[in-house]
């Protein structure tokens, strides 16, 4: 990243950070909670992508491809997720949709 795209980023996180302060209910100690929760999410879902490229050739055996298992993306050093928990099915609900009923 250049400074200007670094600046340019800088600038969303605070006009981010300043919407969840003014337009949520949440004092200024308890809206880091959904924050981190979100950052924890991105990190899983990278984990996540890193480990199904990672396992997908181990999948394939003499009668064909099986499904992977939670096991197969602990021993990867990642957590199987869920589809409706990804971080990209999430940010890509439309806006119409109740964010946070798709969290919870």
């Given at each position: ?6 600046k340019?980023?800088e ?6 950070a ?10 200024a100690a308890?809206?880091?909670d959904p924050?981190?929760g ?13 480990a199904t ?12 491809t ?7 993306y ?5 957590m199987m997720?869920?589809?409706?928990s ?12 109740d ?5 919870n």
């Amino acid at each position: 990243m250049n400074n200007e795209q670094i600046k340019q980023l800088e600038k969303e996180l605070w006009d981010a950070a300043d919407n969840l302060r003014a337009n949520s209910k949440l004092t200024a100690a308890e809206y880091k909670d959904p924050v981190l929760g979100l950052i924890l999410l991105r990190y899983a879902q990278n984990r996540y992508d890193e480990a199904t490229i990672a396992i997908a050739p181990k999948l394939v055996g003499p009668r064909g491809t099986r499904a992977a298992t939670q096991a197969d993306y602990l021993a990867a050093g990642a957590m199987m997720l869920p589809e409706l928990s990804q971080y990209d099915h999430l940010a890509n609900l439309p806006e119409a949709d109740d964010i946070s009923e798709a969290v919870n």
